[in-house]
C-alpha cells in the first residue's frame, strides 16, 4: 500500500523558517521523482519543486527559488523542503507526490500518488 506522509508544517512569522518532511512507504521510492504541491484557500495548487529519483536536477517554481531547497534521503525514503525567509504568500496546505517519469514534471496531475498534507502559515 503506497502510502505518503507530510509532516513539519506549522505557524510562523514571515522571515521564519521550516522544514518539511514527505516520508514515503509501500514502493520502490527509489525509482520515483518527488515533487510539492501547495494549495492556498480559494486558489488552484501550484506547484512548488521537485527532485529526480536520482536526487539530481532540482526543480523550482519561480516564486520560491533561492528560498527553498528540495533534498532527499533514499535510504531514508524521505524528501525534504527546506523553507526559509517565509512570505505571507506561502502560506498554503503543502503536499508531496511521486511520479515515475524520467524527468521531473510540474504538472500535477503526471504525479500518481499524493500524500494528506501538512498547513504551513505565515503570519506576524
Known amino acids: 500500500q503506497v502510502q505518503l506522509v507530510e509532516s513539519g508544517g506549522g505557524s510562523v512569522q514571515p522571515g521564519g523558517s521550516l522544514r518539511l518532511s514527505c516520508a514515503g512507504s509501500?514502493?520502490?521510492?527509489?525509482?520515483?521523482?518527488v515533487g510539492w504541491f501547495r494549495q492556498a484557500p480559494g486558489k488552484e495548487r501550484e506547484f512548488v519543486a521537485a527532485?529526480?529519483?536520482?536526487?539530481?536536477?532540482?526543480e523550482y517554481a519561480d516564486s520560491v527559488k533561492g528560498r527553498f531547497t528540495i533534498s532527499r534521503d533514499n535510504a531514508e525514503t524521505t524528501v525534504y523542503l527546506q523553507m526559509n525567509n517565509l512570505k505571507a504568500e506561502d502560506s498554503a496546505v503543502y503536499y508531496c507526490?511521486?511520479?515515475?517519469?524520467?524527468?521531473?514534471?510540474?504538472?500535477?496531475?503526471?504525479?500518481?500518488?499524493w500524500g494528506q498534507g501538512t498547513q504551513v502559515t505565515i503570519s506576524s
Open positions: 509501500g514502493f520502490i521510492f527509489t525509482r520515483y521523482n
Open positions: 507526490a511521486v511520479d515515475r517519469s524520467i524527468f521531473t514534471t510540474t504538472i500535477g496531475r503526471h504525479y500518481d500518488y
Open positions: 527532485i529526480r529519483w536520482s536526487a539530481d536536477n532540482p
